[in-house]
Structure formats: C-alpha cells, structure tokens
C-alpha cells in the first residue's frame, strides 16, 4: 500500500469528503436548520494565496487543520510494527457579518458546522478510509481510529470571528516498517 496522504491532507480529505452525505443526513433528521455547503478546509500549511496565513472569511466558513503532535510506539521486540498516534486542532471559525439578520445568526452557523464535523468523526471513527486516484492507480490510505476528544471557545470579538476549537486523535496501528 502506498502512502500518498500526510495525515492533516487525510483529516482534511475526511472532512471534505465526507461533508455533503453528513450535513444532508442531519438536514433531513432535523437536528440541523440549514444544509450548509462545505466550508472552506485550510491546511495552514499551505503556501497558496489566501490559503495558509490570511483567509478571508467574508464570503466563506472557515475550518483550519493543523497537526499539534505525533508519537509512535513499537509494540513488538523486534521494532517490526509501529503504533502512531497523531493529535489535530481544527479551528472552526465564522465571521459574524453586519448583513446577518441578527446577533444569533452566527452563533447558528458555528453550531451548526460544529455538529456536522462531530457527526462526520463519530461515523468515521473506526477504520475511517480515503481513496485516492493517481496516474491510473487507486490508492487506500487508513487509519484504524479518529475520535473528537474536546472543544474550546475560540472567540474574537475585535474581528467579529466566532469559532470552536477541536482537538482530535488519530491512531494508525500495527503498521509494518
């Protein structure tokens, strides 16, 4: 199996993926007002143009990735399999704009994108797969477990930004060498 995704490109993949099938799922089960489109996805590793260090989130809801650590065990004597396990933030983020209708609108929206991310993890949560075409190939990237493991307001009233911040663990286990 070839490796083609890093793991923020594969948690950003997920997301993206993934989004339209959760937020119509909640849509139509009533537990979200409005079927959102997917937001814009940042890896702030980027160094395309509005991409990396400056969005502008006027016309879009933003949802930055970045990986904060990784460790990795080696379960057996021999060193022949590893255990990795990766730990993202995901910065959820909304501009409350003055068009809004009112001060809830955005608080609304955050809420909102919040569930479907939670919902996108929580059904992906075991053995959460990628597939990838390149050159003619197919190539399957996996993980064996993703979960959400805390959120934090990420507030910023001088630039009206409303945001969550999540933490998420991902474990890729018994990986040969």
């Given at each position: 199996?070839?490796?083609?995704?890093?793991?923020?490109?594969?948690?950003?993949?997920?997301?993206?993926?993934?989004?339209?099938?959760?937020?119509?799922?909640?849509?139509?089960?009533?537990?979200?007002?409005?079927?959102?489109?997917?937001?814009?996805?940042?890896?702030?590793?980027?160094?395309?143009?509005?991409?990396?260090?400056?969005?502008?989130?006027?016309?879009?809801?933003?949802?930055?990735?970045?990986?904060?650590?990784?460790?990795?065990?080696?379960?057996?004597?021999?060193?022949?399999?590893?255990?990795?396990?990766?730990?993202?933030?995901?910065?959820?983020?909304?501009?409350?704009?003055?068009?809004?209708?009112?001060?809830?609108?955005?608080?609304?929206?955050?809420?909102?994108?919040?569930?479907?991310?939670?919902?996108?993890?929580?059904?992906?949560?075991?053995?959460?797969?990628?597939?990838?075409?390149?050159?003619?190939?197919?190539?399957?990237?996996?993980?064996?477990?993703?979960?959400?493991?805390?959120?934090?307001?990420?507030?910023?009233?001088?630039?009206?930004?409303?945001?969550?911040?999540?933490?998420?663990?991902?474990k890729r286990m018994g990986r040969s060498i």
């Amino acid at each position: 199996m070839a490796e083609l995704l890093d793991e923020v490109t594969f948690v950003k993949r997920l997301l993206s993926d993934n989004w339209s099938a959760s937020a119509l799922s909640l849509y139509n089960s009533g537990k979200i007002a409005t079927n959102l489109p997917v937001p814009k996805i940042i890896d702030v590793r980027s160094i395309e143009p509005q991409e990396g260090r400056r969005v502008d989130a006027d016309s879009n809801n933003v949802i930055v990735i970045f990986e904060d650590s990784s460790s990795t065990t080696y379960p057996t004597i021999d060193y022949a399999v590893r255990n990795e396990t990766f730990t993202f933030t995901i910065h959820i983020r909304v501009l409350h704009r003055r068009d809004f209708p009112d001060n809830t609108t955005s608080r609304d929206r955050l809420r909102i994108l919040y569930r479907i991310v939670r919902h996108i993890l929580e059904t992906n949560s075991l053995s959460p797969t990628i597939t990838t075409t390149s050159g003619g190939s197919t190539f399957t990237d996996s993980a064996e477990v993703i979960k959400l493991t805390s959120r934090s307001e990420a507030n910023d009233r001088k630039k009206r930004l409303l945001g969550y911040k999540l933490s998420v663990e991902m474990k890729r286990m018994g990986r040969s060498i």
